[in-house]
């Protein structure tokens, strides 16, 4: 727990040191806007004493004139300083933002690993809101301790005794309140989340609303969603009571304390210690006093959240790297794209071993997915192997810098995504200036699915690509790893979502495209393992034969089997 | 495919929505009244607490005895106590009220949402009906369980402190009154740019939201293409001009309360100044004086607390207006017929389809399914097949023709019957959050274990099932435990194993997998549609070799139809397909 602690408590405090200027100006202000209310009860009382006490329209005027000047100081300071501290707030929320997204997408990887993105996209909006708020909370808590301050000094300069009971007593009344509301704090904790239920089924349910109608699901769904609903609506409820008499409580407890400070306030005037205005401002403080010391609770829990938070953001932040990159790693001049795996034994794959010459486009299938899957990781060095190594141009790939190295090897998995944009920047994501991103377009069959959008290849595509189907998302994205250009070119079955006429077209396309560069096709589609120049089947891990397609088919059984069935 | 302006669900009309809040509340009218009551009361115990404050100023002034002053002090306790009683029982009424409605309106929003028909979600857009579904909704639920019971006690209390001031002399009440025009204009002032400032930052949020799926879910593809850069400057970009509007609604809201401060400040003077006026002329004791200014100066929490809230109320019920827009959707008048006969057969006669007037999509189409026959449709992406596929499956009429499925039109399945007959699955797949077994028992409410096991395992999904964490009963979907593509595909056609229609139509269900997961579904497919009629768009011909009878089309029209043997012999589009596909010249042994 205290370890966790710590490096959460490094994000706090950087988030706030980050953003000093504005929090020091912040409390600054928020000291004097807290000074000002607490004057507001004391110019009241002195209105009171030295105007309607004592007839004198002239005291009145002054003090009406004192307090015009107290709203005023109050007002801007209050405005300036709370401007300051949401400011702080928010801009610390946002670099720490950028920070995370920054970590996410690091080229070493290891930040997703074990976390849905979800969740990661939560911990850069709520997380690092919460973390940001600290500084608003610590400008609200000194300002809060001001007013507090000058409330003291004002009771303890009218009456020791009287001062002295407040200035106890509100501390103690609060402790009261703490210590009733606890446990129905805690009990509405748990009760808040199974409350919450029933809006995340809701959103689920109409997510999934075409399966349901798919299947004539509908009168299940609204059944059980009646069932939690209800569930949900039991739970609130508890939460809620629970909340209401701890409202009354508070009510209860607050209105008793003013009775004692107005008996204690009243027997003074009346035996003259305090003047009656002093009585009047002692009232009206202990009121006041109640709003700072109550602010302290406040921030406390966003202090709490905030620790919270931070902790999940350093997590992130200090995520382990899933490979490391050398700080000064060989460069690539030329790349030639000559691909050799030695030995390479990672997660599934055992001690395997693989040559691409440069130019040649060659195949692998693969008996078992997990196979492909392990290779592809390998190869875009998303992990490293356990043993052996993977070789680009005789360069082992540890020894290359992360950019370089994936410039030159380009893999493009099975579920790449497409990004928000138009269609044509999602095809030249990657392009360089002079890549052919018109036959990348032709080759990839994407030139139908522009044909058929109205807008062409200008077409908007929604986050992830969902607004196009699965198989011009695939063609898409065949596109963008066609027009990368990259020396190597590493295809994770590119054509499971297309039709077989398109597919025919695609693989062709490909052939002459690639012609002449190292292409890599791991697939078990016999279309696209027909215009390879040979292939390589992969079963339990380890090579087991490698020959022409056409050959494998007519010769191999296990290989028919994976290619064929 | 419809790509021109989304035509939106209905949103209800000011009135309509007031009318169905005040239905919505109908049912609870008497607990209304209660809470009504009970708050009227315990704010009203609340204000004696000025008065008596300002007796104890006048005994003081008196030099009153001490008992004197205690029994004050006692009465002071005794209202407190009664305040705070009756606070905590008339705000768990008031909670009880709200939740108690809040849950009524969202089983009805969520019935008629899943009633709505497909393709008027559809044409609406899929982000319409889930953003109604989320932001509206707890929106609302904000509303009621924060905003609107704080606006009503401060609103409580904001008349009832100032009918007191009236009861101490009306002449303070004219005096606070002061502040009156100060804060109207203010509160104007405030929603007019307010209302579209945070329409505009939910905007904002909810792109810097997209935005971060975006990419933080694609990261392996940024890594892979090197779009780093360019997606943290999206990134950023997005969240600064988050941070913009928010420090706009900062400044918004602080000017707002700087004139409030103005407001504060008027009234107090003139409530101060009046208390010197009537002690004067000898109509009020220092004590109202003192209780007139204690009043007016425990306005300002509620007044403020009651002007911000304005803005929630607001858009609350912006947010129930759009939810009512969906409850009050008529229900498709359907004819609920039910099939003829069990032996489900579909016939299509002269069928032409366009979406757009001028954009055919099918043309004249005649095909004939038998009971029990399964039909693969092939041909090229845009050949028409989805479109076959769902008209076929009644999610819409045909614009020309008919397609009867055991003698009706599919369309007029309505409801239940309709389930009951024909089931449609596509490539959009979807887990739905919670234990396997509910996903599952979706399809059949009441399938004992056995059957699901049964379920799962015709489509060989079992043995991955029973090795989750927790077995069947594992949380899955979102927020649990997350299911691959082709595991999320087998639990749809287990689902269609237990719903189990007599006509199943699947759309490139296996498209999803790889190529190794596609084989494996195919297998679960066929065993999933076995005893069934059938049509299954296939586009892996490998699923289409093992159909009784193949359809392949082209550009909206049926060019071939015949079993895998008769197609190949006559070397037509299909013969040249699956050479392409097969690339060898002897794989009839090779079929599975």
């Given at each position: 727990m205290s370890k966790a602690d710590l490096p959460g408590r490094h994000v706090l405090r950087g988030a706030v040191r980050g953003q000093r200027r504005d929090v020091a100006l912040g409390a600054l202000l928020g000291m004097g806007h807290q000074t000002g209310e607490a004057l507001v009860p004391v110019v009241i009382g002195l209105a009171i004493d030295e105007g309607v006490v004592d007839g004198d329209v002239g005291g009145l005027l002054m003090w009406l004139a004192v307090l015009a000047v107290v709203y005023v100081g109050l007002s801007y300071s209050f405005r300036f300083g709370a401007r300051a501290g949401e400011r702080a707030s928010v801009t610390a929320a946002h670099h720490l933002r950028t920070a995370l997204v920054e970590r996410v997408l690091?080229?070493?990887?290891?930040?997703?690993?074990?976390?849905l993105p979800g969740e990661l996209a939560n911990t850069a909006t709520e997380d690092a809101k919460r973390v940001g708020a600290v500084a608003m909370a610590l400008i609200v808590g000194i300002a809060a301790a001001t007013g507090l301050a000058v409330g003291a000094i004002v009771l303890l300069r009218m009456s020791v005794p009287l001062g002295l009971l407040v200035l106890l007593g509100t501390p103690l009344l609060l402790w009261l309140v703490h210590l009733l509301s606890k446990p129905l704090e805690r009990r509405s904790e748990t009760e808040q989340e199974r409350a919450a239920r029933a809006s995340g089924v809701a959103a689920d349910l109409v997510a999934g609303l075409r399966v349901l109608k798919g299947i004539g699901a509908e009168p299940a769904a609204v059944a059980r969603y009646r069932r939690i609903s209800q569930d949900s609506l039991t739970a609130t409820l508890r939460a809620a009571r629970a909340e209401a008499w701890q409202n009354g409580v508070v009510t209860m407890l607050t209105g008793s304390f003013l009775a004692l400070v107005a008996l204690v306030g009243g027997r003074l005037a009346a035996r003259g210690d305090i003047g009656l205005g002093e009585l009047v401002s002692a009232v009206a403080l202990a009121l006041f006093l109640i709003g700072p010391l109550s602010e302290f609770s406040w921030v406390y829990a966003e202090l709490a959240q905030g620790r919270a938070s931070a902790a999940r953001i350093a997590e992130v932040l200090g995520a382990g790297h899933a490979v490391r990159a050398p700080a000064d790693g060989s460069a690539l001049?030329?790349?030639?794209g000559r691909l050799r795996l030695r030995g390479v034994s990672y997660d599934s794959l055992r001690a395997v071993d693989l040559e691409v010459a440069p130019g040649e486009t060659v195949g692998v299938v693969t008996v078992d997915p997990a196979d492909a899957t392990a290779l592809l990781r390998c190869l875009a060095r998303r992990a490293d192997p356990a043993e052996g190594s993977v070789e680009l141009d005789g360069t082992?790939?540890?020894?290359?810098?992360l950019a370089e190295l994936r410039a030159a090897v380009l893999v493009a998995e099975h579920d790449a995504d497409l990004f928000e944009g138009s269609l044509l920047e999602n095809i030249t994501?990657?392009?360089?200036?002079?890549?052919p991103v018109e036959a990348a377009v032709t080759a990839s069959g994407t030139d139908e699915v522009v044909g058929t959008l109205?807008?062409?290849?200008?077409t908007e595509v929604t986050a992830r690509g969902r607004s196009l189907s699965g198989g011009q998302r695939q063609r898409v994205a065949l596109a963008r790893a066609l027009a990368a250009d990259a020396a190597v070119l590493v295809l994770h079955?590119?054509?499971?979502?297309?039709?077989a006429v398109t597919e025919a077209r695609m693989a062709a396309g490909l052939k002459e495209l690639r012609a002449g560069r190292t292409t890599l096709l791991v697939t078990n589609s016999p279309a696209l393992l027909a215009v390879t120049d040979r292939v390589v089947l992969l079963d339990r891990g380890t090579v087991v034969a490698a020959d022409a397609h056409e050959r494998l088919v007519h010769q191999h059984g296990t290989y028919r089997g994976a290619v064929l069935a | 495919m419809s790509d021109s302006a989304a035509e939106l669900l209905p949103v209800a009309t000011p009135a309509r929505t007031r009318a169905a809040a005040a239905e919505l509340l109908r049912p609870q009218r008497s607990l209304a009244v209660t809470a009504f009551v009970v708050m009227v009361g315990a704010t009203a115990v609340g204000l004696l607490t000025q008065p008596l404050l300002g007796r104890i100023v006048d005994q003081a002034a008196e030099r009153a005895s001490v008992d004197a002053i205690t029994t004050t002090a006692a009465l002071l306790v005794a209202v407190a106590v009664a305040q705070g009683v009756t606070t905590g029982f008339g705000l768990s009424l008031v909670s009880r009220l709200g939740e108690t409605t809040l849950a009524r309106l969202r089983e009805r929003f969520v019935e008629r949402a899943l009633g709505l028909p497909l393709e008027r979600v559809e044409r609406a857009g899929a982000g319409d009906l889930t953003a109604r579904v989320t932001a509206d909704v707890s929106l609302i639920a904000e509303a009621v369980r924060n905003a609107l019971p704080e606006l009503a006690r401060s609103l409580l209390t904001i008349f009832l402190t100032l009918g007191a001031m009236a009861l101490l002399d009306w002449r303070f009440l004219l005096a606070a009154l002061l502040a009156v025009p100060v804060q109207v204009a203010t509160a104007r002032w405030y929603v007019a740019r307010a209302v579209p400032l945070y329409a505009e930052q939910r905007v904002a949020a909810g792109a810097q939201q997209q935005q971060l799926l975006d990419t933080v879910a694609g990261a392996a593809t940024v890594r892979a293409f090197r779009l780093e850069r360019q997606h943290t400057e999206r990134v950023t970009e997005r969240s600064w001009s988050v941070v913009a509007l928010t420090m706009k609604g900062v400044r918004l809201v602080l000017g707002f309360y700087s004139r409030l401060h103005i407001a504060e400040y008027l009234g107090l003077a003139a409530v101060l100044f009046t208390g010197y006026w009537l002690v004067r002329q000898g109509s009020a004791s220092v004590g109202t004086a003192t209780a007139a200014a204690l009043y007016f100066h425990s306005l300002f929490t509620p007044v403020n607390a009651a002007l911000v809230l304005l803005d929630d109320a607001q858009s609350a019920m912006a947010g129930l207006a759009r939810l009512v827009g969906v409850t009050d959707e008529?229900?498709?008048?359907?004819?609920q017929r039910r099939a003829e006969t069990g032996r489900v057969d579909v016939v299509v006669r002269g069928l032409h389809h366009a979406y757009?007037?001028?954009?055919?999509?099918?043309?004249d189409i005649d095909l004939t399914i038998r009971h029990g026959e399964r039909v693969a449709l092939v041909g090229a992406?845009?050949?028409?097949k989805t479109t076959l596929a769902r008209l076929v499956a009644g999610i819409q009429p045909p614009a020309e023709g008919t397609v009867l499925v055991d003698g009706v039109p599919p369309t007029e399945l309505g409801g239940p019957a309709a389930s009951r007959t024909v089931a449609l699955i596509t490539q959009e797949t979807h887990v739905f959050a919670g234990p396997l077994v509910d996903d599952l028992r979706l399809?059949?409410?009441?399938?004992t274990d056995d059957e699901l096991r049964a379920a799962l395992d015709r489509v060989d999904a079992l043995a991955w099932a029973e090795a989750?964490?927790?077995?069947?009963d594992t949380v899955v979907g979102d927020g649990g435990h997350r299911l691959t593509g082709d595991r999320t595909q087998a639990l749809a056609l287990a689902r269609l194993i237990l719903a189990d229609p007599p006509l199943v139509i699947l759309d490139e269900?296996?498209?999803?997998?790889g190529s190794a997961g596609a084989r494996a579904l195919e297998k679960a497919v066929a065993r999933a549609t076995d005893g069934r009629t059938a049509l299954i768009v296939a586009h892996r011909l490998s699923q289409a070799a093992t159909a009784d009878r193949i359809v392949v089309m082209d550009a909206g029209r049926i060019v071939e139809t015949g079993t895998h043997d008769e197609l190949r012999a006559a070397g037509g589009r299909y013969a040249a397909l699956w050479a392409a596909w097969s690339?060898?010249?002897?794989?009839r042994d090779t079929r599975p």
């Open positions: 690091a080229p070493e990887g290891g930040a997703c690993e074990g976390r001049d030329r790349v030639e082992d790939l540890t020894t290359l810098r994501a990657a392009a360089g200036p002079d890549a109205p807008k062409g290849a200008d079955e590119p054509t499971t979502a297309v039709d | 008529p229900v498709a008048d359907r004819p757009r007037p001028g954009h055919p999509v099918l043309h992406s845009g050949a028409g399809a059949k409410p009441d399938a989750l964490p927790d077995g069947l269900a296996t498209a999803e997998a690339d060898t010249r002897d794989t």
